[in-house]
């Protein structure tokens, strides 16, 4: 059961252009959401994230957009640059009882930025 | 401050064998996390260590566990191993686990199961 998808494996995309990688999930009870980068053998980096009362974050050339209702969130990279090139994967995250949160993974999404 | 390091990185085992994984986390963080990392299922939730205590656990098999010691250091045992439990685990560490943009994630162990 996975209940945060991220249903484009790969993205391609051009040096200046805007990338988009989507997410979508189904479970409700997520509170927050959050985006992470990877690198060859490098563990996860954090990114950027939102907060389930909000719809928008931005952070510099990141923004990540979420729409409630569509239970979608969005990474927007604009513009984009070959050091981007990465895995990015959404998360998003529930209450597990008391003060316990827990991170659910989607199964990532490579982005290549081409020169 | 040093990063979240994890030992060894590359493991090679057969069948049936048991092994033992290792992270040290950052200095004065207490919450340490453990993922399972297949090209076929991303990121997978293994359990959540805090102040030596389980707090929350996902869903694997019992062959799958973990502890923590008093200086937070944790370490992750997988026995009686499968060809399927290749994969890089990655652990990561936070101050209190429940603020997660605030979990930093170590380099992982890239384990091949012959």
């Known amino acids: 059961d996975q209940q945060v998808k991220q249903n484009s494996p790969s993205l391609s995309v051009q040096e200046g252009r805007i990338s988009i990688l989507n997410c979508d999930y189904t479970n409700s009870m997520f509170d927050y959401f959050l985006w992470y980068k990877k690198y060859p053998a490098e563990g996860p980096t954090f990114l950027i994230s939102?907060?389930?009362?909000?719809d928008k974050n931005e952070d510099g050339r990141f923004t990540v957009f979420l729409n409630k209702s569509a239970k979608h969130l969005s990474l927007h990279i604009v513009p984009s640059q070959p050091g981007d090139s990465a895995v990015y994967f959404c998360a998003a995250r529930v209450n597990s009882g008391g003060s316990n949160y827990k991170l659910t993974f989607g199964k990532g999404t490579l982005l290549t930025v081409n020169p | 401050k040093a990063g979240v390091t994890q030992t060894p990185r590359y493991l090679i085992k057969t069948r049936g064998q048991q092994v033992t994984l290792s992270c040290s986390p950052i200095?004065?963080?207490?919450?340490v996390s453990w993922y399972q990392q297949t090209p076929g299922q991303g990121l997978q939730f293994l359990f959540e260590?805090?102040?030596?205590?389980?707090?929350n656990k996902g869903n694997f098999p019992g062959r799958f566990s973990g502890r923590q010691f008093s200086n937070s250091r944790s370490e992750m045992n997988v026995s009686t191993l499968e060809l399927g439990d290749s994969a890089l685990y990655l652990c990561a560490s936070s101050l209190v686990g429940a603020s997660y943009n605030e979990q930093f994630f170590g380099p992982g162990t890239r384990l091949t199961v012959l």
């Open positions: 200095s004065g963080h207490r919450s």
């Open positions: 260590y805090f102040s030596e205590t389980q707090r």
């Open positions: 939102i907060s389930s009362i909000k």
